[in-house]
């Protein structure tokens, strides 16, 4: 049982139970490939590029190109959220707390899920025919946190993750994502290539928003990680660079718990996995906050 809940207990005070801040939806499920898993992993078959062979005689054999196969692997993890209210609570409440539970549970679990995702992005993905194998996110798609200058996220480093993209070839209708942070946010605020309406048309600058720039559509997360220097690592990538795969969607359910006073349980879970597809659709600009 919620040990906090009795500091909504009635006397004669409002009516609602207000949920404090947090992220509430998930940021990156949205910008990422999504398929359904039947098993605990699943795997996505991928082929490379080949050459065409110039034909240079009459009535010669037909060329035999033999095209590269490999494999990349998706692990569901589950998780899972409960909590419990007494009868005696509810009574005394002048709002019943379950649906509240129920909506900060969702909340949680949408968190998590975009931590998988985040976790994706360079973390060392599994291939292999039986999945044996591991791929390490490249150097050479890696920004430094001194590109340009040692300074947080400028307009230079997202030129160059444009450059990387396009020389990877990078499918041009393709939807493309940067994550940042409140520090990036603010430091692209001061870099006059981003705000100034000279270089681009589609900020939100009057609302004091950065939506877009240079192609890239920006995702605002407090959760991005850091390198073991401390630099906060952010990710561009193409939408379908990265695959989110669910085994089961969010479920939330209300129920009575005989063994604990018939008190009223508030249970939500996932089963939910994230990989990288391709390196060279995911790039990453490493950012230093305290520049």
């Known amino acids: 049982m919620s040990n906090q809940v009795e500091t909504a207990r009635s006397i004669q005070f409002g009516s609602n139970i207000d949920i404090l801040l947090q ?19 699943g795997s996505f078959d991928r082929i490379s590029a080949t050459s065409a062979v110039k034909r240079t005689v009459r009535h010669g054999d037909t060329p035999l190109i033999s095209t590269p196969h490999d ?9 899972e959220w409960s909590d419990l209210v007494d009868n005696s609570d509810t009574v005394q409440l002048v709002a019943d707390p ?8 969702a909340m949680a679990l949408n968190r998590s899920m975009d931590d998988e995702i985040i976790a994706a992005f360079f973390g060392t993905a599994v291939t292999g025919e039986d999945a ?14 001194n590109f340009g200058s040692d300074s947080d996220l400028t307009a230079v480093k997202l030129k160059r993750a444009r450059k990387i993209l396009r020389a990877n070839e990078v499918d041009p209708d ?28 589609v900020n939100k600058l009057d609302d004091g928003e950065i939506v877009k720039f240079m192609g890239f559509n920006f995702i605002g997360s407090e959760r991005l990680l850091t390198d073991a220097s401390g630099y906060r690592r952010c990710p561009v990538w193409a939408k379908s660079g ?5 085994r089961q969607s969010v479920i939330s359910k209300v129920s009575e718990r005989a063994d604990k006073s018939y008190s009223t349980q508030v249970y939500a879970a996932m089963d939910i996995g994230a990989v990288r597809l391709e390196e060279g659709k995911v790039v990453e600009i490493k950012c230093n906050e305290s520049a």
């Open 132 to 145: 044996g194998g591991t791929t390490a996110f490249p150097a050479a798609n890696q920004i430094a946190h």
């Open 98 to 105: 379950t649906s509240s539970y129920v909506q900060n549970s």
């Open 23 to 41: 992220q509430k939806d998930s940021r990156f499920s949205s910008c990422v490939r999504v398929e359904s898993l039947t098993g605990k992993k």
């Open 242 to 246: 990265m695959l989110m795969a669910k």
């Open 174 to 201: 393709e939807e493309l994502y940067c994550a940042i942070g409140s520090d990036q946010f603010e430091a692209l605020l001061t870099d006059d290539q981003v705000i100034n309406r000279d270089y681009t048309l």
């Open 71 to 79: 494999r990349r692997w998706v692990f569901a993890n589950y998780y």
